[in-house]
């Protein structure tokens, strides 16, 4: 694995960034410890074939017993690899398990569809095939042996054998290995496990409890964990089920997540301490909080992997394969059911299980194949999963109590590896025929390059040295490497430029594509850098209300920012970045271009300088600024300026029942679909209201999600009050809320039903639900509710300005506004919509740009400073 795939959110997406990090950590040892497991087997073959044969069996039919205080357990040395030294493999398959059902390929379920589907298929297909061949009897309940794939040989072989570059194909199998060693467990679990003992089985529960309980008392270290591990086997080998599942039970209930940006720093503070006063507390505290700062899971499984791989599986091939492969052994295995089945299962079964799994996920649309990943590649991926070996003979000991069946099988699952691992070369050999020159290979240039009117550049831009950023603004180490930015541009000066580029793994990161498109409406009013760095810093606080303070905070105009962010303005250019990324061979957050060639390696500050530096080398190099002001806070929400409101004692008006519904502006007032309102409905309350009553009520304490099935309801401004005056009317399909649902604060206004209605009413925690199954649903609501904040603060401006986004003017006319701190919103005529009805309905024309609205509704045509400060002056 290079050094930073472990510092790098991964992700999957339309073809993109697939999660391949697990497989990078495998990629330093899987082609090591599968020859070094083909090494232990055919050691094994040897030594049984040898003149010392004899000495196999004796070996390791040899007893080893643990005593203590009266109580024995005696196995011979055979068993306490098979049922204990194979405890660790089972718990790192359990960890592997664990880490991609939590943060990893699983958490996705449409991109784990194909690959999960084409597991089962795999395993139901080959155990079909397997009973075909051998019939009844004791060798038809064998049919365990046939379903699993040995992930370690997998991977090595497809190392050795498989296409230069075969990434799609390696996330694919790794999730079909992952959803296959599920299956193989649940199997052993259910189907070889003899003589249940309720008593034994009670307290390996009860240790099991006590371990999670560990985790409440926040005890993290393993000495406590590791007495109660010992405790877990021993219980559950006196139950009768088989030992080895107390590692993935252990590891399922081991805690894993991403890295979590407080225990980050923490460990970055405690380093620095020690760093400054080298002293044994310091650096006690520090390696603690490093260690903390990691998942148990991940330390756990970065320990035992390389144990699992290099000693305890090569361990368990020397004490299982040596097979006597004598004459009579051999001919008997020949026409054997049981070594013909295991046979054909294996290289036949698996092969058009998964071939038929896959094709079937496809044609019922649960999921597609990675762009790139041939058939004729997967055929050979799928071929490779008929190497079965380590769980093969490993369910070979548990299913047969006849020796000689159980040779029978183990010859089976040995020529089934040979023959598997030859057929998935064949096909390999003929996709590669078959694939264009250079096809499949990953880039490593910037496609396309830095383009100063496009990209974001910061330093000067027409410096030598470029280093571009694919990132993610809620990936932590996207926002750890702002610091490594900053040291370069410090130690470069103006002979670095700076560009950063999106990639928001949505799958991982949820609020990273809104973020994204933040920062590009910044953009638009000049402000992508500032907005870049409060993103960065406030990593915690990216969802939509969190936005509208970065902007405020920014100094942007925060009305069009929201409507901006609401009608989804800058979604394609977020796109654009992302299709750069697939075209530049990014597999994940951060990934570094240096002067348009990717970076590779660990990209800390002296490893980045060193490639700048080399990349110097090749041009020729001659012999540092503010970014400007942070500009007003976010405006209250308050009443329309420019009208004359009503005095306290005055009635207020009534709400006419037959108002017309408002418009839709933008999609800020969508209608649902039949489906999106029958998927609401699942979790709803559905309300038949009569007029004059309310849904919410300004200062209620919070309000749910209400959707209007029929009838009329209209959200009201100081509702009973003078000077009440509707905001906006919804009929059917049409939903209420703004932001302030999600965010607890009392309800500023009032839902009126002005006609009889029924309406369906979601509470918080309910809708929640309802967005993870539609995220189409989730975005839908979330676009509106930006665009209808959008308006509120419209309705709370001192000023609007209305012209060209280009335009010298325009500017200007805003910058006035930031430096008296008027809350000001700019109308982009650029931006879309209908703008000759915007001016129609000012009464201006295109030579009176830009106009500013102030207060009452008078109009400044192209105003100079002087007459904007004279009006703000007169109240007019």
Not at 427 to 439: I, N, S, T, W
């Amino acid at each position: 694995m290079s050094t930073n795939a472990a510092q790098q959110s991964t992700s999957g997406g339309a073809g993109l960034l697939a999660r391949v990090a697990p497989l990078r950590q495998r990629l330093r040892t899987e082609a090591g410890s599968a020859g070094l497991l083909l090494a232990a087997t055919v050691a094994a073959l040897l030594w049984a074939n040898s003149p010392w044969g004899g000495s196999y069996e004796t070996f390791w039919h040899t007893e080893f017993a643990v005593r203590f205080a009266g109580a024995e357990l005696a196995l011979d040395l055979q068993h306490w690899v098979n049922d204990g030294l194979m405890v660790f493999f089972f718990f790192v398959v359990g960890l592997e398990i664990k880490r991609e059902l939590v943060m990893g390929e699983l958490t996705d379920r449409r991109r784990a569809a194909v690959p999960a589907v084409a597991a089962v298929t795999g395993l139901a297909v080959p155990a079909l095939v397997y009973v075909a061949f051998a019939g009844g009897g004791e060798a038809a309940a064998a049919w365990g042996v046939v379903i699993s794939t040995d992930t370690a040989f997998l991977l090595g072989v497809l190392a050795l054998v498989g296409p230069a570059c075969p990434a799609q194909l390696r996330l694919f199998l790794l999730t079909l290995a992952i959803a296959d060693d599920v299956g193989a467990l649940t199997v052993i679990a259910l189907f070889y496990t003899e003589d249940l003992a309720v008593g034994p089985l009670v307290l390996a529960l009860l240790g099991l409890a006590l371990m999670v309980g560990l985790r409440y008392l926040d005890v993290w270290r393993g000495p406590a964990y590791l007495v109660l591990g010992v405790a877990v086997w021993v219980a559950m080998y006196l139950s009768g089920v088989h030992p080895t599942l107390a590692g993935v039970v252990i590891a399922l209930f081991t805690p894993a997540y991403p890295a979590r940006r407080a225990e980050v720093e923490d460990a970055a503070r405690r380093t620095r301490a020690y760093q400054q006063s080298p002293n044994p507390g310091f650096a006690r505290a520090a390696r603690l909080s490093i260690d903390r700062s990691v998942s148990a899971s991940e330390r756990l499984q970065q320990l035992w992997q390389p144990w699992t791989s290099f000693v305890i599986v090569p361990v368990f091939a020397l004490a299982n394969a040596g097979v006597p492969l004598t004459g009579e052994t051999l001919r008997t295995a020949a026409t054997s059911p049981v070594t013909v089945g295991v046979v054909a299962g294996l290289v036949l079964g698996k092969l058009v299980g998964i071939l038929l799994g896959t094709g079937l996920a496809v044609r019922l649309r649960l999921g597609e194949l990675a762009p790139g990943l041939t058939w004729l590649q997967l055929a050979g991926g799928a071929a490779l999963s008929g190497i079965g070996f380590t769980i093969s003979l490993f369910i070979v000991d548990l299913a047969f109590d006849d020796e000689a069946l159980a040779d029978q099988a183990r010859v089976g699952v040995l020529v089934a590896s040979v023959l598997a691992a030859l057929l998935g070369w064949g096909l390999f050999r003929l996709a590669d025929r078959r694939r264009p020159p250079g096809a499949g290979l990953r880039p490593a240039l910037l496609e396309p390059p830095v383009d100063v009117a496009r990209d974001h550049v910061r330093g000067p831009v027409d410096a030598p040295l470029t280093l571009v950023e694919y990132g993610d603004f809620e990936c932590p180490f996207c926002g750890n490497a702002t610091g490594t930015v900053e040291e370069l541009r410090e130690r470069f000066g103006d002979r670095l430029r700076y560009v950063f580029r999106h990639v928001p793994l949505v799958d991982v990161h949820p609020h990273a594509r809104l973020a994204g498109e933040a920062a590009e409406a910044a953009g638009a009013q000049g402000r992508f850098w500032q907005m870049h760095d409060l993103l960065f810093a406030g990593q915690d606080r990216l969802t939509a209300g969190d936005l509208l303070e970065h902007a405020a905070a920014a100094g942007l105009d925060v009305p069009r920012f929201a409507r901006d962010l609401g009608s989804s303005r800058f979604a394609r250019r977020v796109e654009e970045d992302v299709e750069s990324a697939e075209a530049s061979g990014v597999t994940g957050t951060p990934t570094f271009f240096v002067n348009g060639r990717r970076h590779t390696g660990p990209f800390d500050t002296d490893s980045l300088a060193a490639a700048l530096t080399a990349a110097a080398a090749e041009v020729q190099l001659p012999p540092s600024g503010d970014d400007g002001p942070s500009g007003l806070v976010l405006p209250a929400l308050g009443p329309r300026r420019g009208e004359r409101r009503q005095d306290a004692g005055d009635p207020p008006d009534a709400v006419p029942v037959d108002l017309p519904e408002t418009p839709d502006r933008d999609g800020a007032f969508p209608r649902l679909t039949d489906e999106q309102v029958a998927l609401v409905e699942r979790t709803a309350t559905r309300l038949h209201c009569a007029p004059g009553e309310t849904l919410f009520r300004e200062g209620d304490v919070g309000y749910a999600f209400h959707v209007v099935v029929a009838g009329r309801v209209a959200v009201v401004e100081d509702h009973g009050r003078a000077g009440q005056r509707v905001i906006s009317v919804h009929g059917p399909h049409r939903f209420l809320g703004e932001l302030d649902l999600f965010g607890g604060q009392p309800v500023s206004l009032t839902a009126l039903v002005l006609q009889p209605a029924e309406v369906l009413r979601v509470e918080r925690e309910q809708l929640r639900q309802v967005f993870t199954t539609d995220p189409a649903l989730k975005e839908l609501v979330l676009r509106a509710f930006l665009l209808r904040r959008s308006m509120l603060l419209e309705l709370a401006a001192d000023l609007r300005i209305v012209g060209r986004g280009g335009s010298p003017d325009s500017r200007r006319l805003q910058e006035l506004a930031r430096r008296h701190r008027l809350a000001a919103g700019f109308v982009d005529l650029d931006a879309g919509g209908d703008g000759a009805a915007v001016l129609a309905e000012l009464g201006v024309t295109e030579d009176d740009l830009p106009v500013v609205v102030w207060r009452q509704g008078a109009v400044l045509r192209n105003p100079s400073d002087d007459e904007v400060l004279a009006a703000i002056g007169s109240g007019t």
